[in-house]
Every structure is written in structure tokens, then in C-alpha cells.
DNA sequence: TGCCAGGCGGGGT
DNA sequence: ACCCCGCATGGC
């Protein structure tokens, strides 16, 4: 219990239906989220986590966006449409990876999913979350950070956690360690004091891909995989793919390509979406640990398992309550 | 018990 | 340009 926290209320503003033909929100609500931010339902999307904006949507579409400003409304549904992905237009995609011995049946099946985009912040933090660390440690780490340094927003008085705004951070770094984020801690506080001191967030507004990369990698303990994993998370940049031992190593099996020609060939081959493609995987392989994930595809199980028994990309929010 | 895992930087060559 | 190591933590 902390003394004296007065949690902020905001209203609703406006509320109305998603129309959009093709796109399955159920999906592209629960991927990589948690069972605080979505219950199979319904789910709570954050348009804004510095002056907190929020839409309440549900699979069928409905949408209500609360936040403190009603002059906004219009804004705001446009920057939910953006988060959501809902006029991202992947037919090139599909186009190419039709008959891809990876990604293939994923395509196919999850026409409908959308990547769900968070924060330039937010992002980073997931990024350095799964730095050396299985995906089931990485989640564990963020859920950890989301219920330690519980922020919180009263939503037409319903309590709603928010991931801690980067000042936060700086207030009480403890809790990272308390989160079980070991050496990730002091990254996370050189990237939260990037935001809070060095306005970061202005700083790479222009989606330059390189750009964007140089001045996230300047941040230590930041390098290429994390910088390249936030920028497709919070920014849609996808033409610089992250690529991690665990996605390289299913590259050179499934395409039989040599170490050194990773990059080049995963580029090549998804063209101005290899980012998009990289996450496709995770999802796509439910984020098995390496020799699962490696014999996933030597049997040609290459969509999401229903009833894994554990955590998986599209399942966890069941798991992290 | 070590050893390793969806990285990274700092040290070597 | 490489190669190698240590690093918090957790799982096996």
C-alpha cells in the first residue's frame, strides 16, 4: 500500500466501431499482451502513456477512448487505427511468402492479424527484456516491471495499469532489480533518462531507419538486435530486421544459408518487410526455445499450437494476470 | 552442478 | 573485421 497515491480519473470521450473488413482484433489483441490489458474479449489499448489515453476495444470492434481531452477524439481514433495496424497494407507480403517453407501456413491462417505497435519506450524496454534471456524469462521480466511499479489510471473509476513512464524509472530503480532484470537494469535506466533528459522521443519522430538505429545503438547496452526490435514494435520500421541467435539459427536451417549471409538473405527475401517477418516467426513457432522451435519445423508444425500447455506469443495473456 | 539462453560491450588479435 | 569473455537470472 503506498500512502497518499491519488489515482488520476479520466472520462470517457467518445466511443464508436472499428469498421475494417479482413482484420482479426481478437488476434492482433493478444498477441504479446498481457491478461491485465486484454481477457479474450476485450482489451485496453494505450494511445497515450504520458498524458494517459486510452481505448477500451473489444474483438467485434466497438471501441470507447477515454483520456482528458474531448477536442481530441478524432485524433485519437486516428492513432488507435495506427496502433492497430487496421490500414497496414500487407498483400505484398502475403504475395511473397505464399509458399514459404517458414512462413507459409502462417500467412495463410493469420490473414487477419496485425502487429499491435507500443511506444518508442515501451518498446525498448521489451526489446532489452529478451536480451540473452528465453522468451518466457523476457515476459516474466516485463510483467514483473508492469506489476511492480503498478501505475495506474482510474478509467470512469476502473483501475487500469500502465507501464511505468520513464521517470518512474528514475525514481525508483530498484524495482528493476526487484523485477529480476539483472544487468538489464542499468539499460533500461540509461534509456528512460535518454527520454526523460535527452527527449529521445522528439529525437527519432522522422522513421529514418538508420538514423533511428544509430541513436538508439549510442544508448550502451543497446545494440542492433534491441534497437532493430523497437523500431519494428513502436515504429513499424521493417526494413532493418532484428535477428537474434534464435531466429538466425532458424534461418540457416530452414533456407540453408551460410552464417555470414543471414541478413542479407532474410532481406532479400521479405523485402521492405523482413521486420514484420522476424516477429511472424515467434508467433508463428509459439517462441519454443531453439531445439523445440528447430524440430517444430523439421515437422512442418509451423502455425501456433492452440493448447500449448505454457505460455506462447498468442496465449499469454492468459498466463500473466 | 555447471552450462546455456531471442545480447551486449570491452578486451584482445 | 573478427573472436572471446563476463554478465544477472532461471531452467534443466
Known sequence: MIEGLVLKNIDKLCSGTLQYTGIDLGKTLATYNFGFWYNGLEGYVIIDNYSPVIARVSIDGRYTIYGSNRDECREYVDKLVKILGLEEDLSQLYRIGRNDPLLGPFIEKYRGWRLRTTDPWWGLVIGICQQNASFLQGWRMLYNIVKLYNRKILLYNREILLPPHPRDILEKPELLIKARTGYRAETIARVAREFVENNLAEKILDHDPDHVEKLLRSIKGVGIYTARLAMVLSMRIYEKPPIDRWLSRIIIETYGVEKNMVEEYWISRWSRWSGLASVMVTIALDAEPLRKALERIRENK????????????????RYFK
Open 302 to 317: 509451423l502455425l501456433p499450437i492452440e493448447d500449448l500447455g505454457k505460455p506462447s506469443p498468442l496465449t499469454m495473456w
